[in-house]
C-alpha cells in the first residue's frame, strides 16, 4: 500500500488520475478515515473494542461509499479489521490489499489532502515505521493560495493563514521522513507537470511496477469527477501554464505577504523566495 500526501490544491488528483491509468496502480476516491481510526488506536488499548470502534466507523464515514465502499462491504471491511493486527498499518494493508486482490493491481493507494495536517497523530501509531509507501507532493504555496480562492469552499482569511499552514504541514512530514529513513518519494508538481514523461517512470519504480505511458493518456483523467467545479480543468491534464501563475497573476502585495509567512518551506523545497 502507498500514502499521497498534499496540501489541497497541489495536485494530489491529479496525481491519482495519471496512476490510475496504470493497469497495475488504483487509487479509489477520497476517504476519510485514516486519521479517526489512528485517533482510536491511540487511545483504545484493547484490541477487541478498538477492532469493533474502527470497523464500525469505517463504513460509517460521509465517503466510504464513494471511496473503498466501491470495493469493499462493511461486513469485509468488519471481516478484515478483526482479523488484522491491530496496528495503523495492518489495517490499512489489509483493506487496500483486498481491494487490490480483487481488481488485479499489484499498488494500492490513498490520498486525501486532509491528512497532511495530522502527521503527528500518523507518527506517533507508527505510520512511518511500517511497509506503507509515502508519497509527497507540493506545490508553491503562492499558486495554492490562488487556487484556493477560486474555490467555493476555502475560508476568507486562507491568505493570511494558509501559507504557515502550508509550511508547517509539509515540512513536518520531511522531518519525519528523514528521522525514519521511511519509503518516501518526493514531487513537486511543477516538475510533474512541465515534464510527467520523466517523473512517472520513476514513480512506478518507487511502487514497484514497470512504467505505461498510459500514464500521460490525459483524456481520460477526472471522468468521474467532472461534475465538481474545482476538478473541472482535469480532463486538460499538464496544464504547464499554471506552474508559477501567481507571478504574472497575483498581486504584488499578496505575492509577498505569502513569501513571507512561508519563505523556509519556499527554500528547502526549492521555490525562489525573493
Same mark, same amino acid.
Given at each position: 500500500?502507498?500514502?499521497?500526501?498534499?496540501?489541497?490544491?497541489?495536485?494530489?488528483?491529479?496525481?491519482?488520475?495519471?496512476?490510475?491509468?496504470?493497469?497495475?496502480?488504483?487509487?479509489?476516491?477520497?476517504?476519510?478515515?485514516?486519521?479517526?481510526?489512528?485517533?482510536?488506536?491511540?487511545?483504545?488499548?484493547?484490541?477487541?473494542?478498538?477492532?469493533?470502534?474502527?470497523?464500525?466507523?469505517?463504513?460509517?464515514?460521509?465517503?466510504?461509499?464513494?471511496?473503498?465502499?466501491?470495493?469493499?462491504?462493511?461486513?469485509?471491511?468488519?471481516?478484515?479489521?478483526?482479523?488484522?493486527?491491530?496496528?495503523?498499518?495492518?489495517?490499512?494493508?489489509?483493506?487496500?490489499?483486498?481491494?487490490?486482490?480483487?481488481?488485479?493491481?499489484?499498488?494500492?493507494? /490513498? +490520498?486525501?489532502? @486532509?491528512?497532511?495536517? !495530522?502527521?503527528?497523530? *500518523? =507518527?506517533?501509531?507508527?505510520?512511518?515505521?511500517?511497509?506503507?509507501?509515502?508519497?509527497?507532493?507540493?506545490?508553491?504555496?503562492?499558486?495554492?493560495?490562488?487556487?484556493?480562492?477560486?474555490?467555493?469552499?476555502?475560508?476568507?482569511?486562507?491568505?493570511?493563514?494558509?501559507?504557515?499552514?502550508?509550511?508547517?504541514?509539509?515540512?513536518?512530514?520531511?522531518?519525519?521522513?528523514?528521522?525514519?529513513?521511511?519509503?518516501?518519494?518526493?514531487?513537486?508538481?511543477?516538475?510533474?507537470?512541465?515534464?510527467?514523461?520523466?517523473?512517472?517512470?520513476?514513480?512506478?519504480?518507487?511502487?514497484?511496477?514497470?512504467?505505461? /505511458? +498510459?500514464?500521460? @493518456?490525459?483524456?481520460? !483523467?477526472?471522468?468521474? *469527477? =467532472?461534475?465538481?467545479?474545482?476538478?473541472?480543468?482535469?480532463?486538460?491534464?499538464?496544464?504547464?501554464?499554471?506552474?508559477?501563475?501567481?507571478?504574472?497573476?497575483?498581486?504584488?502585495?499578496?505575492?509577498?505577504?505569502?513569501?513571507?509567512?512561508?519563505?523556509?518551506?519556499?527554500?528547502?523545497?526549492?521555490?525562489?523566495?525573493?
Amino acid at each position: 500500500m502507498f500514502i499521497i500526501f498534499g496540501s489541497p490544491r497541489s495536485g494530489t488528483t491529479l496525481l491519482r488520475e495519471a496512476l490510475n491509468q496504470h493497469n497495475k496502480i488504483f487509487i479509489p476516491h477520497e476517504t476519510d478515515f485514516i486519521v479517526p481510526i489512528s485517533f482510536v488506536l491511540d487511545r483504545v488499548s484493547d484490541p477487541g473494542i478498538g477492532r469493533e470502534i474502527i470497523s464500525n466507523l469505517i463504513a460509517a464515514t460521509h465517503d466510504f461509499g464513494p471511496s473503498i465502499g466501491n470495493f469493499l462491504s462493511a461486513k469485509e471491511v468488519k471481516d478484515l479489521v478483526h482479523n488484522a493486527d491491530y496496528s495503523l498499518s495492518a489495517i490499512l494493508n489489509a483493506l487496500y490489499g483486498e481491494i487490490g486482490n480483487k481488481l488485479g493491481r499489484e499498488a494500492v493507494g /490513498d +490520498k486525501s489532502p @486532509n491528512d497532511l495536517a !495530522f502527521i503527528g497523530i *500518523l =507518527k506517533k501509531v507508527g505510520l512511518f515505521e511500517s511497509n506503507i509507501r509515502i508519497i509527497h507532493i507540493i506545490r508553491d504555496v503562492r499558486d495554492v493560495v490562488m487556487s484556493l480562492k477560486n474555490t467555493k469552499w476555502a475560508p476568507e482569511n486562507i491568505v493570511n493563514n494558509f501559507p504557515r499552514i502550508w509550511e508547517g504541514s509539509n515540512l513536518n512530514l520531511v522531518r519525519f521522513m528523514d528521522e525514519s529513513q521511511h519509503p518516501y518519494f518526493r514531487v513537486r508538481y511543477e516538475d510533474m507537470v512541465i515534464n510527467p514523461g520523466s517523473v512517472m517512470p520513476h514513480l512506478c519504480d518507487f511502487l514497484g511496477v514497470q512504467y505505461s /505511458d +498510459k500514464m500521460l @493518456n490525459t483524456a481520460d !483523467f477526472g471522468r468521474d *469527477l =467532472k461534475h465538481l467545479d474545482h476538478h473541472r480543468n482535469l480532463d486538460k491534464g499538464f496544464m504547464v501554464e499554471r506552474c508559477y501563475a501567481w507571478k504574472s497573476e497575483m498581486p504584488v502585495e499578496l505575492a509577498m505577504n505569502c513569501t513571507l509567512r512561508a519563505r523556509e518551506g519556499l527554500r528547502v523545497f526549492g521555490y525562489e523566495t525573493n
